[in-house]
C-alpha cells in the first residue's frame, strides 16, 4: 500500500532560508495529490524532498510504513515524470520505455510483455520503433509516462508534466492522465501552478503560499469553502470577485453595501452567512463572488431555490465584454472594483449600455480586510 504520509516537514538551507514551513497531508492508497501554488510556493522542492533528491530539514516522510528521509531515490519504489520529458534520444520508444528495467536486470521475455502492456494502456504501440526526434511533445511526454509505468512503483511523481505543451494538447493529455490514473488505480503526487489542472486533475488538493500549505481538501471543498483569500483568488477561472465594503443591519440580519454608478444598494446576506457576522454590522468586510453568482436576471431566476434565498438584482453600466461561446463574461463596476459577471450570451448587453444583474450571495463568502481569513 503506497499511503504517503508527510509530517511537520521543513527545508532550511544553509544561508537560513526557509522554504518549507512546517508540512502536514496524508493521501491513501490511489490518491491523486494535486501540489499548486504560484512560482516560489515550494511545491517543487517538497516534490524533490517526496523523491530523495532533497533532504528534509525537520520532520518525517512516510511511503508505505517506512520513513524514508535517508532512503536513497533508487530505494524509494518511486518513478518520476518530468517537466522536460528526459529521454534518451539516440534510443527507440521502445529502448527507452524498457531503459529501467534493463538496468534492474529484468529477462527480456519479461521486459517485452512489460513494454507492450504499457504501450497498449498509452496507445502507442504504433510508436515503438521511432526515436524521440520523430515525436511530437505530447507522445514524448506519453513515452515519459510509460517509463514511469513500467517500473511499477508505488508512488508516481509529475513536475509540471504538461508546461511545455500547447493548450490544445495540455487538455488532451489531461484527459489522458487522469483516465491513466483510473486504469493503475496508483499514487499520484502531481506538481503545477494551474489552478484548471488542480481542479480537474486531483483527488486532494493541496494550495501551497511561502512554503505553508494554506488549504488542503477536495477540488470542491476548497472551491466553494476557501479558507483565505489567497485560496479564493487562485482556485477558480475565471478568478472570485472580490468587493471592500460595509456590513449594515438588515431586519433580524445583514447586508452588504454594494456602490454602483453614484448609487448603493443593501445586498441582504442568507441566514446562514449574516448569523455568522451580525457581531460586525458597521465594519467593513470583503465579500467574495464567483462569477456564475453574478449573472443576468433570466438565468439567475431559472436557478432560483437556495432556502428561500432570491437573488437582489441591481441596474448596472456594462464596461466591457468577453463572448467565450457557452457564456459571456460581462464587466461592471461595483465598490471600486471591476466584477466579472458570466452570463446568457442572447441575455448580455453592450459595452455602455445599462443591464441588471442579479447578485446570488447564497454562495457567497466573506473575509476580513485584514487577516484575510474567511469569516463566513
Known amino acids: 500500500m503506497a499511503n504517503l504520509s508527510i509530517r511537520n516537514v521543513r527545508k532550511v538551507y544553509p544561508n537560513g532560508n526557509e522554504v518549507l514551513k512546517g508540512i502536514n497531508m496524508d493521501i491513501d492508497h490511489g490518491q491523486f495529490l494535486i501540489l499548486v501554488g504560484g512560482s516560489g510556493c515550494g511545491k517543487s522542492t517538497l516534490l524533490n524532498m517526496i523523491a530523495g533528491l532533497e533532504s528534509v530539514s525537520h520532520g518525517e516522510i512516510m511511503i508505505g510504513d517506512r520513513v524514508v528521509n535517508n532512503v536513497p531515490p533508487k ?17 527507440t520508444v521502445r529502448e527507452n520505455i524498457s531503459f529501467g528495467l534493463n538496468i534492474r536486470k529484468v529477462p527480456k521475455k519479461e521486459q517485452d510483455i512489460i513494454v507492450d502492456r504499457v ?21 514524448r511526454q506519453r513515452v515519459a509516462m510509460g517509463r ?31 483516465l491513466l490514473h483510473q486504469r493503475l488505480g496508483s499514487t499520484i503526487v502531481y506538481v503545477t501552478h494551474d489552478q484548471i489542472e488542480a481542479m480537474t486533475l486531483g483527488d486532494r488538493i493541496a494550495v501551497m503560499k511561502d512554503g505553508v500549505v494554506q488549504q488542503f481538501g477536495s477540488p470542491q471543498e476548497i472551491y466553494d469553502s476557501p479558507s483565505n483569500l ?15 465594503g460595509k456590513l ?42 464567483r462569477p456564475e453568482h453574478v449573472t443576468d436576471t433570466a ?10 434565498y432570491r437573488p437582489t438584482e441591481v441596474a448596472c ?4 465584454t468577453e463572448p467565450t461561446g457557452p457564456d459571456t463574461l460581462v464587466f461592471v463596476n461595483c465598490n471600486r472594483a471591476r466584477v466579472t459577471c458570466r452570463t446568457h450570451p442572447r441575455s448580455a448587453a453592450t459595452p455602455g449600455q445599462r443591464m441588471t444583474i442579479a ?3 447564497s454562495k457567497a463568502v466573506l473575509f476580513d480586510p485584514e487577516d484575510e481569513q474567511r469569516v463566513a
Not at 151 to 175: Q, Y
Not at 251 to 259: D, K, Q, R, T, W
Not at 317 to 320: A, N, P, R, Y
Open 230 to 244: 489567497f485560496v479564493a483568488g487562485f482556485i477558480g477561472s475565471p478568478s472570485m470577485n472580490f468587493l471592500r
Open 359 to 361: 447578485f446570488d450571495l
Open 248 to 289: 449594515h443591519a438588515h431586519g433580524a440580519g445583514a447586508a452588504f453595501a454594494l456602490e454602483h454608478a453614484g448609487e448603493t444598494t443593501l445586498l441582504p446576506l442568507p441566514a446562514n452567512i449574516a448569523g455568522a457576522v451580525v457581531g460586525r454590522i458597521g465594519s467593513e468586510i470583503i465579500l467574495g463572488i
Open 119 to 139: 504501450a497498449e494502456t498509452l496507445q502507442m504501440k504504433h510508436l515503438l520503433d521511432r526515436k524521440p526526434a520523430m515525436l511530437s511533445g505530447g507522445q
Open 299 to 308: 438565468s439567475a431566476r431559472a436557478g432560483e431555490g437556495h432556502d428561500g
Open 75 to 91: 530505494s524509494r519504489d518511486i518513478a518520476m515524470v518530468f517537466q522536460s520529458y528526459a529521454l534518451y534520444p539516440t534510443m
Open 148 to 178: 514511469a509505468i513500467a517500473r511499477d512503483p508505488a508512488l508516481f511523481l509529475f513536475d509540471e508534466p504538461l508546461s511545455n505543451l500547447d493548450a490544445k494538447l495540455r487538455v488532451e493529455m489531461r484527459a489522458e492522465i487522469k
Open 317 to 320: 453600466t456594462v464596461e466591457l
